[in-house]
C-alpha cells in the first residue's frame, strides 16, 4: 500500500494492517516460482510443437504459423475451462498458467460461463472481458504511445 | 530440438517474473498480465522483442507478452505504409486471430456448457 493511502488510516486502522501483515501465512515463493516455471515452459513447449506441426504440414511461414498456433491453443484452453480441468492446473501452477495466452482464453471463457445465468447480453457478453479487458486495454494505448513515438521519431530523422 | 528447450526455459523464466510480481511485489494477477503486455508493447518499439521470438519460438509467442509485442508490430507495419492513421488501423492487424478465437470459443463455450465447480 503507498504512503499517501495510509496517511488517510486512522492509528487504529494503521495498526491493524501492521498486524494483519504479521500475521498473514508467508507465501512459498520459491517453490511457486518453480511451479510457474514448470507449467509455463510445458505450455510453451506445447505451443512450438503445434507451430512446428503447422509448419511441416502445411503452407504456413515462420510468421504466418503464429496464427493458428494461438487459435489452437485459445481451442485448447477454452476445452480444458469447459471441462473445469483449467482451474485445478491453475491452482497448481499460478503464474505459469495465467502468463500464457492460455490464460488470456481462460480468463475470458471462465467469465462468460460464469455469468451465463445474468443472460447473454448482459451476462456473457457484458462480463466477458471483465479480466482479459485491463489487458487489451492497457495493451492498445501502450502500443499506440510507442508506435506513436517511432513514427514521429522517424519522421524527425528525415528517414 | 534446440528451438524446444529454448521454447521451454523462455516461456517457464517469462511465468516465473509473473510470478514474482505476484508474490514478492504483491501484485493482483491482472497487474500482472497488465504489466507483461505493456513490457512486451515497448519492448517491441525498442526491437527487442523480435530477436527474443527468433531465439525462443513459441517460448516468446505463447506468453501475454507476444501480445504487446503484436500490437505495437502491427501498428508500426501499417505506419510504415499509411503513416499516422496506420496506427490505428494496424494496432489489431496481428491479434486478431488471438482476440477472435478467444472470443468466439469462448462464446460457444458459454452457449454450450454450464458452469464446473
Redesign the interface.
Known sequence: MSDQKKKKLTPVQQEYQAFARRSEPGRPVLLNSVRAFLAGGVICLLGQFVQDFFLWNFDFTEKTAGNPTVAVMILLSVILTVSGVYDHIAQWAGAGTAVPVTGFANSIASAALEHRTEGFVLGVGGNMFKLAGSVIAFGVFAAFAVALARTLLARLGGS | ME??FW??????????A???????ARLT??H???I???A???L??LDLYQPLVDF????A????????NA??Q???SE?RHF??TG??T??FEVTS???S???I??????LF?????
Open positions: 528451438t524446444y521454447a521451454f526455459v523462455v516461456g517457464g523464466l517469462i511465468c516465473v509473473g510470478q514474482l510480481m505476484i508474490d514478492v494477477p491482472a500482472t498480465m497488465t507483461l503486455v505493456v512486451g508493447a515497448v517491441a518499439g525462443a519460438g513459441a517460448g509467442t505463447v506468453p501475454i507478452t507476444s501480445f504487446g500490437l505495437t502491427g501498428a508500426l505506419a503513416g499516422l496506427i490505428l494496424g494496432i486471430a488471438g482476440i478465437a478467444a472470443i470459443f469462448g462464446f460457444l463455450a458459454a456448457f454450464k458452469p464446473k465447480g
